[in-house]
């Protein structure tokens, strides 16, 4: 069965700080994942994408990496600022039919 | 680029009225596209997925007569809700999967319903 596991659910850190978010799949056959920053209320926004043969991916202050052979991937956000309070959103898809899988997201609070 | 718009952002209506919602590929085509729910501190959970020139397919357990779904372009869905009832209120999302390129999708900015 084709899933996506995130975890913590949620999470609480002070501003200036570093957190990594986790997210597990076992979906097959495997395209790409993606890693998106919802705001309250507003559309998912595209962080990171990243196909099978990429290790890890830099945006900003935000670095994913993926162990395709783990089925593993991880978002971690550098110095955190009030701003990174949304929640985050991992996103599988596969080669067939257009399938995506979502998580149910990391609510993260950074607080002052 | 890859930008999706919807439109209109939030809505109000009474309840028995039809509530129309585009969603717009902005400059890219999109032969599917994806229309979800949301209810608050919920993940998103996909209602239909809209096929240009063609009928949607609905998600096991939504409404086809009452949620509306017409694809008439390779840039326009449009989503009503039809004889709206409070229950449906809700915020909406969009997404469009671009043509060829990689297979991902890029969402809308939604639209919350509030039905009164």
């Known amino acids: 069965k084709n899933q996506v596991e995130q975890s913590p659910q949620s999470l609480i850190i002070l501003e200036g700080k570093n957190c990594t978010l986790q997210?597990?799949?076992?979906?097959?056959?495997?395209?790409?994942l993606r890693w998106y920053k919802q705001d309250t209320g507003r559309g998912p926004v595209s962080l990171t994408i990243m196909t099978f043969s990429e290790n890890t991916k830099s945006n900003g202050r935000y670095t994913a990496t993926l162990d395709a052979d783990t089925k593993q991937s991880s978002l971690h956000i550098t110095a955190s600022q009030l701003s990174d309070s949304a929640s985050y959103i991992c996103?599988?898809?596969?080669?067939?039919?257009?399938?995506?899988?979502f998580g149910t997201g990391t609510s993260l609070t950074v607080i002052p | 680029g890859a930008v999706v718009s919807q439109h209109p952002s939030w809505v109000i209506c009474k309840s028995g009225t039809s509530v129309k919602i585009e969603c717009r590929s902005l400059?890219?085509?999109?032969?599917?596209m994806f229309w979800y729910r949301q209810f608050p501190k919920q993940s998103l959970m996909l209602m239909a997925t809209s096929n240009e020139g063609s009928k949607a397919t609905y998600e096991q357990g939504v409404e086809k007569d009452k949620f509306l779904i017409n694809h008439a372009s390779l840039t326009l869905s449009t989503l009503t809700v039809t004889s709206a009832h409070p229950e449906d209120s809700s915020f909406y999302i969009c997404s469009a999967l671009p043509l060829g390129g990689k297979i991902t999708q890029y969402f809308g900015p939604g639209t919350r319903l509030l039905v009164l």
């Open positions: 400059d890219f085509q999109a032969t599917t």
């Open positions: 997210c597990n799949y076992t979906v097959s056959p495997f395209s790409n």
């Open positions: 996103v599988v898809s596969a080669f067939t039919g257009n399938q995506f899988y």
